[in-house]
């Protein structure tokens, strides 16, 4: 017991009066410890730095995965007229062609703002959309009512059906020097073109969609005693719709082919006749801008149709 109360406890690092050997061994370990903790904090400051730098710029990080997975759509878009007007501009600069023959860039341009401010180019469009119009809205009404008999009667398709695929076989523009003869080339005569041109892609697509319809939702309905109205706005519209989508699409995207075919072709006004006239008094530079125009246009209406197919579709599957 003397022995155990005699002894003295350690004295801590910090305890004054430490001298001799064990005072100079002290500073050693100590710095020992202390070298050894800046180590470990040297170690977690550099292990940390980077999630430090990642958590900084998180919205730019953010903003350029949006930017990479916007760009190749936009790229896509872009890359072929791109590379046509950098080889159009080169083609010209370099004089590969008379300026009379292939005029520049520059040319056009300045040729499509004077049509705009006063070359009269924008009545000729007018008249051009609105005969667009005009010939879509018959086409599809007679489209749908055509494609939807083939579709739902057999004895109509046996009927009807053999004549209407030889007629899908003729071009519209075949049609157009017979229907000259007959009609002039007054509106009547586009609007008939452009009809045609709706309702053949129209028909059939919608024919084959009510088809297509699966035989157990007709059976459903059959049990159910659902009268044919109801069939027909509960059953087969919701069933024919992506099809019809797409037919709506194709028919309007022909009729704007059609009515240019047929304004170059037999008409005093339009966008297509503008074109016409000016390559017979050899205004290319006018020809080439009514020819972007006609591009623009028809990717316009195709690029906006295929966006309300896609929300149509969305939604009914959401219903």
Not at 140 to 159: D, K, Q, T, Y
Not at 161 to 170: C, D, H, N, T
Not at 254 to 265: N, T
Request: contains cysteine; charged residues 15%.
């Amino acid at each position: 017991m003397s022995t155990a109360l005699s002894r003295r406890p350690p004295r801590l690092h910090g305890d004054a009066g430490d001298t001799g050997g064990e005072g100079a061994a002290r500073p050693h370990s100590a710095g020992a410890f202390g070298s050894g903790m800046r180590l470990v904090s040297s170690q977690g400051d550099a292990a940390l730095a980077p999630l430090a730098l990642a958590a900084g710029p998180a919205p730019f990080a953010a903003a350029l995965a949006r930017l990479r997975q916007a760009a190749p759509a936009a790229f896509q878009y872009a890359v072929f007229p791109l590379s046509v007007l950098l080889l159009w501009w080169y083609a010209s600069s370099a004089e590969l062609l008379p300026s009379n023959i292939l005029p520049g860039p520059g040319a056009v341009l300045a040729s499509f703002l004077d049509l705009l401010h006063g070359g009269g180019i924008a009545e000729h469009l007018f008249i051009s959309l609105w005969r667009v119009v005009q010939g879509a809205a018959l086409g599809l009404v007679l489209g749908l009512a055509l494609g939807a008999a083939l579709g739902a009667s057999p004895a109509f398709e046996s009927w009807i059906g053999p004549s209407f695929r030889v007629m899908v076989q003729i071009p519209s523009i075949a049609l157009i020097p017979l229907l000259m003869m007959v009609l002039g080339i007054e509106d009547s005569l586009k609007l008939f073109i452009m009809t045609k041109a709706c309702v053949v892609p129209l028909a059939l697509v919608t024919a084959d969609g009510i088809r297509n319809i699966p035989p157990a939702y007709l059976e459903v309905a059959r049990v159910m005693k659902l009268s044919r109205w109801t069939l027909y706005r509960r059953v087969v519209l919701p069933g024919a719709l992506p099809a019809i989508a797409t037919g709506v699409r194709q028919g309007i995207a022909h009729v704007w082919v059609a009515l240019v075919a047929v304004e170059v072709m037999a008409s005093a006004e339009g966008i297509g006749y503008l074109m016409t006239w000016s390559r017979q008094i050899f205004q290319l530079d006018v020809v080439l801008v009514c020819v972007a125009l006609i591009g623009l246009i028809g990717f316009s209406l195709d690029y906006g149709l295929r966006r309300a197919e896609t929300r149509l579709l969305r939604w009914r599957g959401r219903a």
